[in-house]
């Protein structure tokens, strides 16, 4: 385990805000996750379980506590004979070259294959390798910067694809009773943006490792809608997890800030969810409601744009102007312009909608 002090959490976050932390704690083993709950009661001071820190946001008296990072790497290929069990252990993307045995299983397997991804994998990274491999299940979450450990929490969807839709279980260290768990998808209570790790359950939980189904083969049509767009102007054929995952990282690059160019913490409000009487009574005012298998909803980015706030520079936080969900921190001094500008959006479009706007990310405290 290393023991980091004093630590910006501005340096920790793509938002990059947040002053110091008193203590960050890398975890490298599924042990050192009780050593560093155990040196947190030591000394008496409160925990913080951070991944990249996309989704979290600091304060500007920072966190006197301490902040637990998963860096245990590696993705298995779990079979329940355990005939199929290859390690890879510290695999980096795009260096590991298939071998030979790799290549002969999954040519002559095509059943579903379980990888145990360990949580501190960068998310994006296990895309790629499934991808590479030619498994389908996760190639629209694509570029969703994190990682793997934090991808339940919120049920990290886009394109179409969520995580629960493939997740098997997770590993976790239980805080409550100290011991290592496995919970079951079916315990997770996964829906939009949720399961008990952010709900019911949120910082019980140490997510150590995530199992994924995924499948050889290619996703089912009709894909989302952007995806379909572009692969009717772009005349494209291949519908392979590789390609798909290159459509849906051109679409993202034109649309939504790269968190190692611009501070952002990607959609910083959740889309609302309406029941069919609601939806009935928003489509009747004219907003335009999203009919979908996951329930009705309305594109929150699209009430901020009607409140005419796209684009808009509010105390250093810009609204984007490619998506108005996205709040960049272009010049932002502190977390409390960050809280003006949130402020400000959210009581624009409740006067002009009625809709409260729900924020995604988490407050660092
Ligand atoms: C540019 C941009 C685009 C984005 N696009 C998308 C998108 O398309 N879809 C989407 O769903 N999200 C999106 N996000 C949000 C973000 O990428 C996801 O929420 C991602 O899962 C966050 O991972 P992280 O490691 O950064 O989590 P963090 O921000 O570090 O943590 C998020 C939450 O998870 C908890 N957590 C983290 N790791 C663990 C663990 N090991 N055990 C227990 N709890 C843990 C934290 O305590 C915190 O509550 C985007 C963010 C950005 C900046």
Same mark, same amino acid.
């Given at each position: ?42 000394? $008496? ?13 600091? $304060? ?30 510290? $695999? ?31 998310? &994006? ?86 199992? /994924? ?16 767009? *572009? ?6 054929? &291949? ?35 309406? &029941? ?10 004219? *907003? ?49 312009? /960050? ?10 479009? *409740? ?15």
């Amino acid at each position: 385990m290393k023991v980091n002090e004093n630590i910006l959490i501005s340096s920790l976050t793509t938002m990059r805000l947040g002053g110091p932390a008193r203590y960050v704690l890398e975890v490298e083993t599924p042990e050192d996750v009780a050593d560093a709950y155990g040196f947190a009661e030591q000394y $008496h001071l409160p925990t913080f379980v951070l991944g990249y820190g996309a989704n979290t946001l600091g $304060h500007d008296e920072g966190f006197n506590g301490v902040i637990i990072i998963n860096r245990m790497k590696g993705i298995f290929i779990e079979s329940e004979t355990g005939a199929r069990n290859i390690s890879f252990e510290d $695999h980096k993307p795009g260096r590991t070259a298939l071998s030979v045995s790799e290549k002969e299983i999954f040519r002559q397997d095509p059943s579903p294959i379980q990888l145990k991804i360990m949580g501190g994998e960068y998310w &994006d990274d296990v895309v790629e390798y499934a991808c590479q491999k030619g498994l389908t299940g996760i190639e629209a979450l694509s570029k969703i910067p994190g990682l793997a450990g934090a991808a339940p929490v919120q049920n990290i969807g886009a394109y179409g694809q969520e995580v629960a839709d493939t997740l098997v279980e997770i590993e976790v260290y239980d805080t409550a009773d100290k011991t290592y768990k496995t919970i079951p998808k079916s315990e997770l209570n996964f829906s939009y943006r949720k399961s008990i790790l952010n709900t019911t359950s949120k910082g019980r939980y140490f997510v150590i490792s995530i199992t /994924l189904e995924l499948k050889p083969g290619q996703m089912s049509r009709p894909y989302y809608n952007s995806i379909e767009q *572009y692969i009717a102007a772009n005349n494209v054929t &291949d519908f392979s997890p590789q390609s798909i995952r290159n459509i849906v990282s051109t679409i993202r690059a034109n649309k939504l800030p790269d968190p190692l160019d611009q501070a952002s913490a990607g959609s910083f409000f959740k889309n609302i969810y309406l &029941d069919e009487a609601a939806a009935d009574a928003a489509e009747a005012k004219g *907003y335009p409601v999203y009919r979908g298998k996951d329930g009705n909803k309305i594109n929150s980015g699209w009430l901020i744009e009607q409140a005419g706030l796209k684009g808009k520079l509010l105390h250093g936080i810009r609204v984007s102007d490619k998506a108005a969900l996205i709040l960049i921190n272009e010049s932002a001094k502190s977390y409390n312009d /960050l809280a003006k500008a949130r402020a400000e959006i959210t009581a624009k479009v *409740y006067d002009k909608f009625g809709f409260w706007l729900e924020q995604e990310p988490v407050e660092l405290q």
